[in-house]
Each structure stands twice: as C-alpha cells, then as structure tokens.
C-alpha cells in the first residue's frame, strides 16, 4: 500500500521561510511526477509545483522565484522550499505523486502570519 506523508508545516512570519517535506512508502516500481498543491479555507486546491523523474519543474505565477521544489537523491522524497512568505501562502500544503494512479498525502498546515 503507497502512502504520502508530509511534514514540516507550522507558523512562521511573513517574509521568513519554511521547508515541507514528502516521503512515499510502499509498494513502489516506480515514481512519475511529483508535487505540492495546496487549498486554503474557503478555495479550490490548486498546483504549487510539480518536478517530474527528469528534474523538469513547475510553478504556479504565484511562488515563481519564492518557492522551490526538488526530489531527494533516493527518488521517493520531495520537497518544497518556501522563502518570502506571504499571508496568503496559508494553506494545507498537500504532497502528491504520480504511480500508475495519483496519490495524495493528508497534508500540511501552513500558517504565515503577517
């Protein structure tokens, strides 16, 4: 059975930084895309950023230059480096990642306060 876990949310000022982590474990052949959506109260979940098995990345207009995603050398971590946070980067973080299906973590809060 594959499960997502994500950890390193928590509270932190505006314009300070914070790294959320992903780890997949399981019964895993291979790992496709990965990547870091979030849905904050009241809004849709939308993409933050997605790294597929080349290191090819994505971001949404909204973290470009603010935020950066990478994969750990063993392939089944990822990661979301966010500086200059904003208050309206408040969200549950949600890790997600492509094998065969699409798999989602339970999430992450984080909290920027201003």
């Known amino acids: 059975q594959v499960q997502l876990m994500e950890s390193g949310g928590g509270l932190v000022q505006a314009g300070g930084s914070l790294r959320v982590s992903c780890v997949v474990s399981?019964?895993?052949?291979?790992?496709?895309?990965m990547g870091w959506y979030r849905q904050a109260p009241g809004k849709q979940r939308e993409l933050v950023a997605t790294?597929?098995?080349?290191?090819?990345?994505n971001y949404a207009d909204s973290v470009k230059g603010r935020f950066t995603i990478s994969r750990g050398h063993a392939k089944n971590t990822v990661y979301l480096q966010m500086n200059s946070l904003k208050p309206e980067d408040t969200a549950v973080y949600y890790c997600n990642a492509q094998i065969g299906i699409s798999y989602w973590g339970k999430g992450t809060l984080v909290t920027v306060s201003s």
């Open positions: 399981g019964s895993i052949a291979s790992i496709g895309a």
């Open positions: 790294i597929i098995s080349d290191g090819t990345t």
